[in-house]
Structures are given as C-alpha cells and as structure tokens.
C-alpha cells in the first residue's frame, strides 16, 4: 500500500470511507492504496497516482512528497507493509472521489476522527515528532495480554556490511 498526508496550511486532506472489507463502518484515512504490479520498486509512483485518482491533485500541484513512515502488520497469514507519505498543497479545487468524501481536516481534529489503529498510532507519532524528518518503522503487534501495541524505530542507514 501507498498513502498520503497532504497538508495546506493547518488542514490536511482526509477521505471519509463508508466502510471496507476490513472494516464494517465508517472511517477516515489518508489518500492510498494498492501498488500496480509495475510500482512494486516506486511507491513513490503508486503514491501520487493514488492522489490524482483520489483527489484530481496533479504531481506538479504536490510539494515535499517524502516518505516518512513505513508500518508493518500482520493479517492471518500474510506481512502488510504500507508506505506513508507526507507532502504539501495549495490546490483548493479537488474533484468528487469514487472512494469516499474528500474533506480538509484541521491538524488538531485528527485523532477526534474514526481511524484505524494503525492509522491513529501513526498519526500520533507524527503529531509529537513532527520535527524529526527521518522516516520511522511502525509494526503494530500485541503484548503480553493480546492488547494492539506499536513498536517505532528509525529508518537508518548503518553503514555496515
């Protein structure tokens, strides 16, 4: 999966989904989803396709796309890795979404919204670590009384072979 964070000014734009296969009722999100298999090397690619599909927001209309989260769950049998994107707009005109409501959602209101536990983990980190420009590793697991719990490290390079 590719998702995106775009931010203008304070606000940042959210979906509003009905519900999905996952998850009976309505919940926010950032703009994403699956990588084509030609993006499998580029989520970067699978990133911004995403938001125009999503939002009509042109690659050109997007500022300081980085990447600055990769989180990691386990679903039954199979590894989900998502890579997560923050950038910056100043588009105001976005077009009606197939996938749910586009709306722009004050910074301070995002954790008062309907999101996925992996979601809201992440958002929380970045909410308190928002200087730090390093991408971070999230996997969500669960501790010793199977309670859902987020381990974050940084994404460094070690420089070792």
Known sequence: MATAFLSKGEKVLMIKKAKSRLFPSEFWSGLGGHLEPQEIHSPMAACLREIREESGIEASEVSDLKLRY????????????QFVYFGTTTTEELKESDE???HWIDQSELLTLNLSRIVRSMLEHFISSSNDQEPAVGVI???????PIMSWTK?????VF
């Open 141 to 147: 697991t669960v501790n010793g009384e199977q309670e």
């Open 70 to 81: 990769i989180l990691i769950r386990m679903k039954e049998d199979e590894i989900r890795q």
């Open 100 to 102: 749910g409501e586009l």
């Open 155 to 159: 994404l460094k390079d070690p420089n």
